[in-house]
């Protein structure tokens, strides 16, 4: 009858433990879902940016007022063939 109920104990500790991790593993699931939707939101804000900053119209322009460059004339293009 001891053996029994020390069982039966025994098991009910290992049940209240298997659901204290089984909820603290639920917590850090639900906290790194948050964190991957916030990783996303971020993403796809860089995305943008990105796109933004490589826009040609941009790009030429930079080209042309900075770096002070321009499209060559007809006669300085030389075509190189293999």
Same mark, same amino acid.
């Given at each position: 009858?001891?053996?029994?109920? $020390?069982l $039966?104990?025994? *098991? @009910?500790?290992?049940?209240i /433990?298997?659901?204290?991790?089984s909820?603290?593993?639920? *917590? +850090?699931?639900?906290?790194?879902?948050?964190?991957?939707? @916030?990783?996303d939101?971020? =993403?796809? %804000?860089?995305?943008?940016?990105? *796109?933004? =900053?490589?826009?040609?119209?941009?790009?030429? %322009?930079i080209? %042309?007022? +900075?770096?002070? !460059?321009? !499209?060559?004339?007809?006669? /300085?293009? $030389?075509?190189?063939?293999?």
């Amino acid at each position: 009858m001891g053996v029994v109920l $020390v069982l $039966v104990i025994g *098991s @009910a500790i290992a049940v209240i /433990d298997a659901k204290h991790r089984s909820r603290k593993l639920f *917590s +850090q699931l639900q906290a790194l879902k948050k964190q991957q939707d @916030a990783l996303d939101v971020e =993403w796809g %804000r860089l995305q943008l940016e990105q *796109s933004a =900053w490589a826009r040609h119209e941009r790009i030429e %322009r930079i080209a %042309r007022t +900075q770096l002070e !460059m321009k !499209m060559p004339e007809a006669g /300085d293009i $030389v075509v190189i063939k293999p």
